[in-house]
């Protein structure tokens, strides 16, 4: 079984509600997740604002950024393997970069939503 470190920003609540989702379903404890946002990513290479801004994975010693993160997220979880194992091929990993790409795009408005309606 690979090594995997997930940093997430955890001020974000779209972020909060998709790391809650993922934990439930790593049953195993594969995942070691980090919340950037609270200063707990000091063993990261990357700068904080740049884990912050992009979804950011170590798997094996090796850091992913984006889509490729995302993927290597998802390899580890079984009910979302098949998904992570897609992912795997360049051609389906840049399609969803660029899905990636465009949701960064909305995603303060996304935030914003997401902000109001925790507060109602």
């Known amino acids: 079984m690979s090594e ?3 940093w997430h ?3 974000c609540p779209l972020c909060r509600r998709e790391i809650a989702l993922m934990r439930r379903l790593d ?3 594969a995942i070691r997740f980090v919340d950037a946002a609270a ?3 000091a063993d990261c290479p990357i700068d904080r604002a740049e884990l912050l801004a992009r979804f950011h994975a170590r798997e094996d010693g090796r850091i992913l950024s984006g889509a490729a993160a995302f993927a290597a997220m998802w390899r580890a979880i ?3 393997r098949p998904l992570g194992l897609v992912f795997r091929s360049r051609p389906a990993l840049a399609v969803l970069e660029v899905l ?3 949701f960064l795009r909305v995603r303060p408005r996304l935030q ?3 902000l109001r309606w925790e507060r109602s």
């Open 27 to 29: 049953r195993r404890g």
């Open 4 to 6: 995997l470190t997930v």
């Open 100 to 102: 990636y790409r465009g």
């Open 39 to 41: 200063g707990e990513g």
């Open 112 to 114: 914003r939503l997401a």
């Open 78 to 80: 079984p009910a979302l």
């Open 9 to 11: 920003d955890g001020s």
